[in-house]
Nanobody
């Protein structure tokens, strides 16, 4: 069984930065990892994904150039560095793990989810 715990969320002004972390317990070395977000009244949307080895990465157009996903397999941790934050980035951010190992932009393909961490960007 895999458990994911996100941390690093908070309140930040527009233009600021936050770094989210997702600590995984269980065998996630060969899993693809992803970050998703969900704003009030909206569906969960894809943010970024990274393959099991870290060699392949994909971002949503809305965060391309501002967010960076990375992973440290030795520490079973995935990170999301968020720079130049905008009020529209406000959402609960979720970490997810997929057995498939390859890039996966659809939430339906992920097998495990964290509880989420709130990110609020003030204007």
């Amino acid at each position: 069984q895999v458990q994911l715990v996100e941390s690093g969320g908070g309140l930040v002004q527009a233009g600021g930065s936050l770094r989210l972390s997702c600590a995984a317990s269980g065998r996630t070395l060969t899993y693809a990892m992803g970050w998703f977000r969900q704003a009030p009244g909206k569906e969960r949307e894809f943010v970024a994904t990274i393959s099991w080895g870290g060699g392949a990465i994909s971002y949503a157009d809305s965060v391309q150039g501002r967010f960076t996903i990375s992973r440290d397999n030795a520490k079973s941790t995935v990170f999301l560095q968020m720079n130049s934050l905008k009020p529209e980035d406000t959402a609960v951010y979720y970490c997810a793990a997929a057995r498939i190992g390859q890039l996966l932009r659809s939430p339906a393909g992920y097998n495990y989810w964290g509880q989420g961490t709130q990110v609020t960007v003030s204007s």
